[in-house]
């Protein structure tokens, strides 16, 4: 098997973990990284074992490498991307993806054109638990959906400095609703703000609601001492729910609890592994650039909801 040569550019809190998960990877050779800040591309760079850079477009010269993780700031996401689009790689973007949806359609057009593979880094869609409620709502094993609930709350990561708890954190939960329902949200309304952060929101209430009457619900904080992470299911014959921290999915109907074991693997791997097949077979990922751009326009629309104090529809 020929491996996929690739490379990071943003080596912090988590594009550290790219780096040495494709360095695990059997389908991946890692052949460089890349952070402005020297000392920490050095540090990584001798963990993992391969060359370092500050500068991604020197680094984007090296024609070993066919695809690259960009793991930079949000803010700098797409200049980045961008950049290892035009030196014709292959792109993972860490979510949100771009700044704001009219950057992130520039960048899946630039993909197109180049026809190389464009992905975002939501993370959620490979945790196997949310794979097996997606596949139960298709097949209607829970009867019909009703509803979601998701709950993503934390203290703020003082790092993330460059967008607030909707564009860092929401997001994964925004992407997992299109991910289950299938389909687009009609409206949304929400109710957001500020209680600590200086100048980006620290909460948000989001009721997103789809055609028929199904709704999802997303609370998501920078405020609550300890970390949670879950989503409930509610159907009309049962109810799933995940914790997607320790990947526990309950199966509760009217007479018994399941509860499915799902063999361990770090869902990092599992993305990771699955942008090189991609590549490799020239197979359409499982998160697509319009799925990005997708979750972009609604965190627009939630923002616009609370500013406004009205249900914005989508288009
Ligand atoms: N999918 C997930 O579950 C998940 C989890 C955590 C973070 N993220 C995303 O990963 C990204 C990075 O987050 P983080 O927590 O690692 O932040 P961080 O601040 O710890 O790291 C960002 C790194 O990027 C470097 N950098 C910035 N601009 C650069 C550029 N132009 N070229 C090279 N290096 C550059 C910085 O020096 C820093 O080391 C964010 O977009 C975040 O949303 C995703």
Same mark, same amino acid.
């Given at each position: 098997m020929k491996k996929i040569g690739v490379a990071v550019i943003g080596t912090g809190f988590w594009g550290k973990n790219h780096a040495r998960a494709y360095k695990e990877i059997e389908s991946t050779n890692l052949v460089a990284i890349c952070d402005l800040n020297a000392e920490r591309a050095q540090a990584i760079a001798s963990q993992v074992g391969v060359k370092e850079d500050t500068n991604s477009t020197e680094m984007l010269r090296d024609k070993e490498i066919q695809a690259v993780s960009v793991c930079t700031w949000s803010t700098v996401l797409a200049q980045e991307a961008f950049k290892a689009l035009r030196a014709g790689k292959h +792109? $993972? +973007?860490e979510k949100p993806m771009?700044?704001?949806?009219? @950057?992130?359609? #520039?960048?899946?057009?630039a993909a197109q054109e180049n026809g190389l593979h464009l992905t975002v880094g939501f993370l959620t869609r490979f945790i196997p638990g949310l794979q097996h409620? @997606? %596949?139960?709502?298709?097949?209607?094993? $829970?009867?019909?959906? +009703?509803?979601?609930?998701?709950?993503? +709350?934390? @203290? =703020?990561?003082?790092r993330i400095g460059d967008v607030g708890v909707i564009k860092d954190t929401a997001i994964h939960d925004?992407?997992?609703?299109h991910y289950l329902t299938g389909e687009d949200p009609v409206d949304v309304f929400a109710k957001t703000g500020n209680m600590k952060? %200086? @100048?980006f929101e620290d909460y948000a209430h989001i009721m997103l609601t789809y055609k028929d009457g199904k709704s999802a619900f997303i609370e998501s #904080? =920078? $405020?609550?001492?300890?970390k949670t992470r879950t989503l409930v299911v509610t159907g009309s014959d049962a109810i799933m729910k995940l914790d997607y921290m320790t990947q526990d999915l309950w199966i509760e109907d009217a007479k018994q609890t399941l509860q499915p074991r799902f063999v361990s693997v770090e869902p990092l791997k599992l993305e990771l592994q699955h942008f090189a097949r991609c590549i490799s077979e020239k197979e359409k990922p499982l998160v697509t650039g319009l799925d990005g751009i997708k979750a972009l326009k609604i965190a627009e629309a939630i923002m616009k909801s609370s500013a406004e104090n009205k249900v914005v529809e989508l288009e």
């Amino acid at each position: 098997m020929k491996k996929i040569g690739v490379a990071v550019i943003g080596t912090g809190f988590w594009g550290k973990n790219h780096a040495r998960a494709y360095k695990e990877i059997e389908s991946t050779n890692l052949v460089a990284i890349c952070d402005l800040n020297a000392e920490r591309a050095q540090a990584i760079a001798s963990q993992v074992g391969v060359k370092e850079d500050t500068n991604s477009t020197e680094m984007l010269r090296d024609k070993e490498i066919q695809a690259v993780s960009v793991c930079t700031w949000s803010t700098v996401l797409a200049q980045e991307a961008f950049k290892a689009l035009r030196a014709g790689k292959h +792109v $993972l +973007v860490e979510k949100p993806m771009a700044a704001d949806s009219k @950057q992130a359609e #520039n960048l899946q057009k630039a993909a197109q054109e180049n026809g190389l593979h464009l992905t975002v880094g939501f993370l959620t869609r490979f945790i196997p638990g949310l794979q097996h409620i @997606q %596949k139960a709502i298709e097949s209607k094993t $829970l009867g019909d959906f +009703v509803c979601a609930t998701a709950k993503r +709350v934390t @203290q =703020w990561p003082e790092r993330i400095g460059d967008v607030g708890v909707i564009k860092d954190t929401a997001i994964h939960d925004i992407d997992a609703m299109h991910y289950l329902t299938g389909e687009d949200p009609v409206d949304v309304f929400a109710k957001t703000g500020n209680m600590k952060h %200086k @100048q980006f929101e620290d909460y948000a209430h989001i009721m997103l609601t789809y055609k028929d009457g199904k709704s999802a619900f997303i609370e998501s #904080n =920078w $405020l609550t001492p300890y970390k949670t992470r879950t989503l409930v299911v509610t159907g009309s014959d049962a109810i799933m729910k995940l914790d997607y921290m320790t990947q526990d999915l309950w199966i509760e109907d009217a007479k018994q609890t399941l509860q499915p074991r799902f063999v361990s693997v770090e869902p990092l791997k599992l993305e990771l592994q699955h942008f090189a097949r991609c590549i490799s077979e020239k197979e359409k990922p499982l998160v697509t650039g319009l799925d990005g751009i997708k979750a972009l326009k609604i965190a627009e629309a939630i923002m616009k909801s609370s500013a406004e104090n009205k249900v914005v529809e989508l288009e």
